[in-house]
């Protein structure tokens, strides 16, 4: 009853509920959110701690930077009592200033996109090595490419979505098992680098697109594979790129997710452009199956002083 009464308490309030309004669109650090909400950054921080004191919130650090996210109480499978309806009608009853909030969040998720894309559109001027540097460690495209081969999609008989395809490193290996590769990037500049190598390499199954990994240009269930290598954390809302592939693959259809492990090296950040120091397992595997995705493998290659560990997760899109 006492945790019961304390969530009540918390959520009683409107700018608290503006707050878990904004992170029902994913994680925020206090100052993004001082910028969203139009607020002090004192008044945010005093919210949050009610927020987080009461179960409902919890900070996820990266690096030197803290985020905040919504705790696993919100999510399907796991939250009692009145959390679902209680989300439900946030989301379908916006508040007094919801269309302001929208706007706030909206900007700032570009604002992410813009960096990351302004990064790339230069990364693609570089040469080979740095390039490689950028894009990371090429010793789990085996791996990508043996688990593509055994896989609906695979085999040569189906179509595969190189998420991010940067200068298009993996195309060759995709190409050797399917019919149909489209290749999606949102810097165009990189996208001309891609192309070039697929022209050069002959891959005549190599289609290119344009556009944001959260708004994938795919129709619903136009895939039957897709591949997120090394790019989720360059995207600005890694959740909405895995509701997105969703989205795109049909019933059934795979998912092959690469990325690194949770560090601290934040000279990645102004080197590498990475917008996330890596990913923890639980909050990976947790996206996935809020999105939809049942998990059939996981493997965690390990790092070394050179660069973190990497994740290589399998699975597939639940009917």
Not at 256 to 278: I, M, Q
Request: aromatic share 6%; proline share 3%; hydrophobic share 40%.
């Amino acid at each position: 009853m006492q945790s019961c009464l304390s969530t009540v308490k918390a959520l009683a309030d409107e700018t608290r509920l503006r707050i878990v309004r904004v992170l029902m669109t994913g994680s925020y650090n206090v100052n993004e959110l001082v910028t969203i909400l139009t607020m002090g950054q004192s008044r945010v921080s005093r919210h949050l701690r009610i927020l987080s004191d009461a179960g409902l919130v919890s900070p996820r650090r990266q690096g030197t930077w803290v985020y905040y996210e919504l705790t696993g109480l919100w999510e399907s499978e796991t939250r009692s009592g009145f959390l679902p309806s209680f989300a439900d009608e946030l989301s379908s009853n916006p508040l007094q200033f919801a269309a302001a909030d929208d706007r706030g969040i909206k900007a700032c998720l570009n604002q992410r996109s813009r960096q990351a894309e302004r990064f790339f559109n230069d990364v693609a001027e570089r040469d080979d090595s740095q390039r490689e540097e950028i894009e990371g460690p090429a010793d789990h495209h085996e791996l990508l490419s043996s688990i593509l081969a055994s896989v609906p999609g695979g085999e040569g008989n189906g179509t595969v979505v190189d998420l991010g395809t940067g200068t298009g490193r993996l195309l060759s290996l995709l190409c050797e098992n399917s019919r149909h590769v489209i290749g999606v990037d949102g810097a165009r500049e990189m996208i001309e680098v891609a192309r070039k190598r697929s022209e050069e390499l002959e891959l005549g199954a190599v289609e290119f697109r344009l556009g944001s990994l959260e708004h994938l240009p795919l129709r619903d269930g136009e895939a039957d594979a897709m591949v997120a290598n090394m790019v989720l954390h360059h995207v600005a809302n890694p959740s909405a790129v895995i509701k997105e592939v969703y989205r795109g693959l049909v019933p059934g259809g795979r998912f092959l997710l690469a990325d690194y492990v949770a560090h601290w090296r934040e000279s990645h950040r102004e080197k590498l452009g990475d917008l996330w120091l890596g990913f923890n397992r639980e909050e990976l595997i947790g996206w996935l199956e809020l999105a939809g995705f049942e998990v059939e493998s996981e493997r965690e290659l390990p790092g070394n002083r050179r660069r973190p560990g990497v994740f290589v997760i399998e699975s597939n899109r639940r009917s």
